[in-house]
């Protein structure tokens, strides 16, 4: 799950396409997605001139033009991968159901990339 939060003044149509930048970002990883992988983003803004107000009088709304995005989409790019390698690197072990799931080895990935040039 992919929780995606920004205080631009967005509509439903381009917080969603906000939402699917973060699902392709897990592609810059290496993820591969398959029926059942339970992949899901969510995208909302908290920009004040997008508020429900009391329901008795016309609300101007402010957004941000369609044409104004890409920023944001390449900053949502960028932040959910580097969300996904933090989240790798900061793992522990897991057992459940009698396995158990290593932990990424950090003193061998290092080696890995540092001999790869990365």
Do not use: C
């Not at 930048?21 to 059942?36: E, L, V």
């Not at 992949?39 to 402010?62: N, Y």
């Amino acid at each position: 799950m992919i929780v995606v939060a920004t205080d631009a003044p967005l509509d439903a149509r381009d917080l969603g396409r906000l939402a699917a930048r973060a699902i392709f970002a897990m592609a810059r990883t290496g993820s591969t997605y398959s029926n059942g992988s339970g992949d899901f983003a969510i995208a909302f803004s908290t920009h004040p001139a997008l508020r429900v107000g009391d329901g008795t009088t016309p609300q101007t709304r402010m957004l941000l033009p369609t044409d104004s995005v890409s920023g944001l989409f390449e900053a949502t790019l960028d932040a959910t991968e580097e969300a996904i390698y933090n989240s790798l690197l900061k793992a522990d072990d897991t057992t459940s159901g009698g396995r158990t799931i290593r932990a990424l080895p950090i003193p061998e990935l290092r080696s890995v990339l540092t001999k790869y040039g990365r």
